[in-house]
């Protein structure tokens, strides 16, 4: 599977972005996925999770309520829709494919993008 993430910018607080994920492959459908971000100078951190037809999702507690994650299995596609974005959301964002239906757990992606670029000023 070949990810390639796109939507990111440059947005005030307060505003929203929504990342796009495109997967190639024809079985995107098997396929958790989630979305990963890394700020500079931090680890990379868990944002959002899906399971394969989109029925359970899970949040970082830091963007609970403000994101939502979905997916298109038709378009091979998955979403982060960002909504009150803060300064600390400023990250490049990764989305990742998993073997399995549903997994929070970075050391189960298998397969990761490039990462789009996420800037939010105060």
């Known amino acids: 599977v070949q990810l390639q993430a796109s939507g990111g910018g440059l947005v005030q607080a307060g505003g929203s972005l929504r990342l796009s994920c495109a997967a190639s492959?024809?079985?995107?459908?098997?396929?958790?996925m989630g979305w990963f971000r890394q700020a500079p100078g931090k680890e990379r951190e868990f944002v959002a999770a899906?399971?394969?037809?989109?029925?359970?999702?899970y949040y970082a507690d830091s963007v609970k309520g403000r994101f939502t994650v979905s997916r298109d299995n038709a378009k091979n596609t998955v979403y982060l829709q960002m909504n009150r974005l803060k300064p600390e959301d400023t990250a490049v964002y990764y989305c990742?494919?998993?073997?399995?239906?549903?997994?929070?757990?970075?050391?189960?992606?298998?397969?990761w993008g490039q990462g789009t670029l996420v800037t939010v000023s105060s």
């Open positions: 990742a494919a998993a073997a399995v239906p549903f997994t929070m757990t970075p050391g189960r992606y298998e397969y």
């Open positions: 492959g024809r079985t995107f459908s098997s396929y958790g």
């Open positions: 899906i399971s394969w037809r989109g029925g359970s999702t």
